[in-house]
């Protein structure tokens, strides 16, 4: 059985820092690329950064200069080092893994369940 699981979310002030990690299991996710989607209470589930098995990075603008991927292809784990925090960035983050390459919620194969992380002011 296939598992994203997330972990590192929680509370901290604006202008902070939060690494989030996420292990995946139950197959090789070797050329899948991996990265992360947030939804904000209200608003629509939105990407913030992906990794492709090749080594590219994709980022949302609104997390550019302040978010930085990285994966570890041996240990199919992929992280998100969040600095810089803003109380914009509160959301539930989830991990994805995607076999193609349109960042698009409904373009991922598999998700975690989320982890929250609270930004406050």
């Known amino acids: 059985q296939v598992q994203l699981v997330e972990s590192g979310g929680g509370l901290v002030q604006a202008g902070g820092s939060l690494r989030l990690s996420c292990a995946a299991s139950?197959?090789?996710?070797?050329?899948?690329?991996m990265g992360w989607f947030r939804q904000a209470p209200g608003k629509e589930r939105e990407f913030v950064a992906a990794r492709s098995w090749s080594g590219s990075k994709l980022y949302a603008d609104s997390v550019k200069g302040r978010f930085t991927i990285s994966r570890d292809n041996a240990e199919n784990t992929v992280l998100l080092q969040m600095d810089s925090l803003k109380p914009e960035d509160t959301a539930v983050y989830y991990c994805v893994a995607s076999y193609g390459s349109t960042w698009t919620p409904s373009g991922m194969d598999y998700w975690g369940k989320g982890t929250l992380v609270t930004v406050s002011s």
């Open positions: 139950g197959r090789t996710f070797r050329r899948y690329s």
